[in-house]
């Protein structure tokens, strides 16, 4: 009989703490709302959620000495046999790590890798429209024969 009322005790009890703490982090929403706190908070919460570069190295094994070129290609290979086994986390996981080291590099290398990827999408692009055209061209041969 003890244990029942100590039983009830500690959930009734229980209870009534959780339904406080719900609704005093709701009023503390609307406060911060109103006083404008949520919007920094925001970006001290994004800020604190970075990747770092220790750890970016260590996602996908290279060392800080390690020539850009070949750290993009363990990208490549990490992130290419993610999308394959279809571990999405772990691919983000590559994702944000190669990006950490790309915010390391300095500035005019990164503009010079933004150029070669759009040089890359325009040749791909190049290619996607003139296989297109072959491929409209071949009925038309084929309808003449």
Same mark, same amino acid.
């Given at each position: 009989? !003890? $244990?029942?009322?100590?039983?009830?005790?500690? @959930? +009734?009890?229980?209870?009534?703490?959780?339904?406080?703490? $719900?609704?005093?982090?709701?009023? $503390?929403?609307?406060?911060?709302?109103?006083?404008?706190?949520? #919007?920094?908070?925001?970006?001290?919460?994004? =800020?604190?959620?970075?990747? /770092?570069?220790?750890? $970016?190295? *260590?996602?996908?094994? @290279?060392?800080?000495?390690?020539?850009?070129?070949? @750290?993009?290609?363990?990208? *490549?290979?990490?992130?290419?046999?993610?999308? =394959?086994?279809?571990?999405?986390?772990?691919?983000?996981?590559?994702?944000?790590?190669?990006?950490?080291?790309?915010?390391?590099?300095?500035? *005019?290398?990164?503009?010079?890798?933004?150029?070669?990827?759009?040089?890359?999408? %325009?040749?791909?692009?190049?290619?996607? +429209? !003139? !296989?297109?055209? /072959?491929? %409209? *061209?071949?009925?038309?041969?084929? /309808? #003449?024969?």
């Amino acid at each position: 009989m !003890a $244990a029942r009322i100590i039983a009830q005790l500690i @959930v +009734s009890g229980g209870t009534i703490l959780f339904r406080s703490a $719900a609704q005093a982090y709701r009023q $503390a929403i609307i406060n911060g709302k109103k006083a404008g706190v949520h #919007e920094g908070t925001a970006t001290a919460f994004s =800020r604190a959620k970075k990747m /770092d570069l220790s750890e $970016a190295y *260590d996602i996908l094994g @290279v060392a800080a000495d390690t020539p850009w070129p070949e @750290v993009v290609k363990k990208f *490549d290979h990490l992130y290419g046999v993610n999308e =394959r086994m279809g571990s999405f986390y772990l691919q983000s996981k590559i994702y944000r790590a190669k990006e950490r080291l790309e915010l390391e590099l300095p500035e *005019d290398v990164r503009e010079q890798m933004k150029q070669q990827e759009l040089q890359m999408k %325009q040749q791909q692009e190049k290619e996607d +429209s !003139a !296989a297109a055209a /072959d491929g %409209q *061209d071949e009925p038309k041969k084929r /309808d #003449e024969a």
